[in-house]
């Protein structure tokens, strides 16, 4: 049985992003990185280029992740935000990621240009509906409202304790659901104050 460089890949970065999603980009070591993934350093630095190519890597791949796995349908936009909520409750490592990229490379981000191009591309889609899809202003409401639906989903996944405090639920399950439904009816009554749906 030969080496399996593609395999070795997958562990890395696996590896990688618990790693980063724990400790950051600062706080991550290659060592155990490597330990975890049953691959040595080297293996690390010939596929990916260092630690904070890794790192920037690792935030490009989740952010793609969800785009490929949930969809913004501008005609169900609370469904919509109650398949991301979901995503993101079985995925919390992208919120400790985007929260680590925020703190230590301010300025620095990794593949900026096309995250940026996404998010137009998906904005795109709902300045073709509402009231006035021809107004000029329209693009800059969607991207504001994407920016606050997102915000009102990770929220609660970046402060986990604050949620539990204000919340004052018995369980998570139920704070969840609570929290599911509230974010959906948000949702739905920005986009119709914005002129969607």
Not at 24 to 51: C, H, P, S, V
Not at 102 to 107: C, I, K, M, R, S
Request: aromatic fraction near 10%; charge should be negative; proline fraction near 3%.
């Amino acid at each position: 049985m030969g080496y399996d460089a593609e395999a070795t890949r997958r562990r890395i970065f696996q590896a990688a992003t618990a790693e980063f999603a724990a400790r950051g980009l600062a706080g991550a070591r290659i060592d155990r990185i490597a330990t975890e993934a049953r691959a040595n350093k080297q293996a690390i630095y010939l596929y990916f280029g260092g630690k904070e190519k890794l790192f920037g890597a690792v935030v490009r791949a989740k952010m793609a992740e969800i785009g490929n796995a949930t969809d913004i349908d501008p005609d169900g936009l609370a469904d919509s935000v109650g398949r991301l909520f979901d995503w993101y409750r079985e995925h919390p490592e992208l919120v400790r990621l985007l929260l680590w990229e925020a703190l230590e490379t301010p300025g620095q981000v990794q593949g900026e240009a096309e995250r940026r191009e996404e998010f137009r591309r998906k904005a795109a889609r709902f300045t073709e509906h509402g009231d006035d899809p021809a107004d000029p202003g329209r693009t800059r409401a969607v991207q504001d409202l994407m920016f606050t639906v997102f915000g009102l989903i990770a929220w609660n996944f970046a402060v986990p304790q604050l949620r539990r405090v204000i919340l004052d639920e018995e369980d998570d399950a139920a704070a969840f659901a609570r929290r599911r439904a509230s974010v959906m009816e948000a949702a739905r009554v920005l986009a119709e104050s914005h002129g969607f749906g």
